[in-house]
């Protein structure tokens, strides 16, 4: 009641003075409730038209790339959709078949068809032969598709073909590794079955009727060179039955799998062939992968940088349908401690290591293996034990049955009556270097099928020849010269 009674007098008596006698301030203008509660004055920036302007060229680009990602999105879906990819490594075996099928030519169907399979960039793979007679060398050079990418027609199917070389390289050989990706719509994509199929059969037949021989390179198996012509079993002569009961123990294994699974068995087969040198143990195992169209892998257990581990995955990593060899087995572990000029003191493979490699735990399967020594002798009994090595045979000096069929492999179209195979024969006999036909003659000298070959090689047309030298085939023993009398000078 009291507050009410102030301000009512305080109207009158402002009421009640004249308005002359009033001076009061101006009073100024009420603001916009925005303008008092904003720091910027938003109406003015808005209503700047270069403001404005850039404003909208924003959202126009925002909008733009929300739309463009939006775009990629989708276009990368409907590429896994509708496209599949099949990427080769230069590592893997079927990377050269692929670049030589690639290679072929083929029929072009209309004239657009024509313009967008053509190929503009080529690379030369280059491959040379001796000739048979060792004279002038055959050079086969094939083009290769190029780094890039180009579109090819298989069939009714068209495959987009990119082969990059990567920034990555092997560490070992330094060189870069390279990927060959082919790209189809996923509605042909059975067309990669028959594509790797004929590249498959090209590579096989360029193959065909030789072996292939591989070392290890790093961690990896390679091929060594070209492929071998295949060595016919019939020409390593042998000492009767040897070769025979070796050939069909193999066979016997080869065709036994399932029965090695069902037992438990691991299923792998060891070999130990020993004797002089030159009688004939590679020669034989070289034989044996042509008679069973097999490769030889082998294995150098004095090779710089071979070590345990390093030999163990080379073991389980050999390549299918291929015969192990591990020529000297004896040297590896001898002459350890002499070091050479360049402080190589040899090999670093462990006994044990090589023992766990061929029946250790982690040793592989599905595995021929043969060794080879000159000295049975340095060989230590658990090497040679079975399980490691189920057949033991010595391939000796050579016999009067095996100078024979030598004779008839060289001689035979012109020896057609068999004299001089027996002018051979007794003269070998007389020299004391074979038994006499019935065995009772005990030889007191020995030589080598290698020393028969190098005799008759060097009497090609000559068979006369042959027997006049047949006393070359005596051994020799060469002693060391007397050192020579003269003056010192240092250098």
């Not at 004239?111 to 030369?124: E, G, M, N, Q």
Request: with cysteine; aromatic share 8%.
């Amino acid at each position: 009641m009291g507050i009410k009674r102030v301000e009512a007098s305080k109207i009158s008596i402002i009421k009640q003075c004249p308005s002359s006698h009033l001076h009061l301030p101006p009073q100024p203008l009420p603001l916009p409730a925005s303008s008092t509660s904003s720091f910027l004055p938003l109406d003015a920036l808005f209503n700047n038209p270069l403001f404005a302007g850039g404003l909208g060229l924003a959202g126009l680009g925002a909008a733009a790339a929300v739309a463009r990602k939006g775009v990629v999105r989708g276009a990368s879906l409907v590429k896994k959709r509708l496209l599949i990819n099949v990427e080769i490594s230069k590592r893997d075996h079927s990377y050269q078949w692929i670049l030589a099928w690639l290679s072929l030519p083929r029929p072009q169907a209309g004239f657009i068809a024509s313009r967008l399979t053509r190929i503009h960039d080529y690379s030369i793979n280059t491959v040379q032969r001796t000739a048979e007679n060792g004279g002038v060398s055959h050079a086969h050079m094939m083009l290769q598709p190029g780094y890039g990418r180009y579109i090819i027609r298989h069939k009714n199917a068209y495959l987009s073909v990119s082969r990059e070389k990567q920034s990555t390289a092997n560490h070992t050989t330094g060189e870069p590794h390279e990927t060959v990706t082919l790209t189809t719509l996923y509605a042909h994509r059975h067309i990669f079955e028959d594509i790797f199929g004929q590249a498959h059969a090209m590579a096989m037949s360029a193959q065909e009727g030789k072996t292939v021989m591989h070392t290890c390179q790093g961690q990896e198996w390679k091929p060594f060179g070209d492929p071998r012509k295949k060595r016919p079993l019939q020409s390593v002569v042998l000492d009767q039955g040897v070769k025979e009961r070796i050939v069909d123990d193999v066979k016997d294994f080869l065709a036994r799998q399932s029965w090695y699974v069902d037992r438990g068995i691991p299923y792998r087969r060891g070999y130990l062939l020993y004797g002089p040198p030159g009688s004939g143990k590679s020669s034989f195992i070289q034989g044996l992968a042509g008679e069973l169209d097999f490769g030889v892998a082998i294995i150098n257990l004095s090779e710089r940088g071979m070590t345990d581990d390093k030999l163990a995955h080379l073991l389980t990593k050999l390549p299918p349908k291929t015969i192990l060899l591990l020529e000297d087995a004896d040297s590896a572990f001898r002459n350890r401690r002499q070091v050479d000029e360049d402080g190589y003191s040899g090999g670093t493979v462990t006994f044990s290591g090589l023992l766990n490699a061929l029946d250790g735990v982690a040793a592989g399967e599905e595995r021929i293996a043969f060794l080879t020594t000159n000295h049975i002798d340095r060989l230590d009994e658990a090497l040679i034990r079975p399980g490691r090595v189920d057949m033991t045979v010595r391939i000796g000096e050579a016999t009067r049955h095996q100078a024979g069929e030598m004779w008839d492999r060289f001689y035979g179209d012109v020896d057609t009556e068999g004299t001089g195979k027996e002018r051979f024969l007794q003269r070998l006999e007389d020299l004391s270097l074979v038994s006499d036909v019935a065995g009772e003659k005990i030889p007191q000298l020995h030589t080598s099928t290698a020393a028969i070959q190098g005799l008759f090689l060097f009497n090609k047309d000559n068979m006369d020849g042959a027997i006049a030298m047949a006393e070359g085939l005596i051994p020799r023993i060469y002693e060391p010269e007397a050192p020579r009398n003269g003056i010192k000078v240092s250098t």
